[in-house]
């Protein structure tokens, strides 16, 4: 499996961007998919993931300082994972990873930078 991470960049506060996650591989038995993100000096989070219930119904998890700001999406004839953020702070300032949870393991992407600075 791999995961291919976009969409990073510099935006001024209350800007906006959207990541991309581009997936390949055996990819089944999905137990979730979600972001992450890594601030300097600190520990990697969750920001927000889709928990696959059933294979047909999936339900979304959003870390409160991102609630209502940030909104997870996936296209599955795609194998495609998305992030819209929105109203940006300095503080979501971080590399974010793509992450793929399946039955048979943990899969991460390489990360992609967004900075949040005027």
């Known amino acids: 499996v791999r995961l291919v991470e976009s969409g990073g960049g510099l935006v001024q506060p209350g800007g906006s961007l959207t990541l991309s996650c581009a997936a390949s591989g055996a990819i089944f038995r999905v137990n979730s998919m979600g972001w992450y993100r890594q601030a300097p000096g600190k520990e990697r989070e969750l920001v927000a993931r889709?928990?696959?219930?059933?294979?047909?119904?999936?339900?979304?998890y959003y870390v409160d300082s991102v609630r209502g700001r940030f909104t997870i999406s996936r296209d599955n004839r795609k194998n495609a994972l998305y992030l819209s953020l929105t109203s940006l702070k300095p503080e979501d300032t971080a590399v974010y990873y793509c992450?793929?949870?399946?039955?048979?393991?943990?899969?991460w992407g390489q990360g992609t930078q967004v900075t949040v600075s005027s």
């Open positions: 889709i928990i696959q219930t059933s294979p047909t119904n999936y339900t979304d």
């Open positions: 992450n793929l949870h399946l039955q048979r393991g943990t899969y």
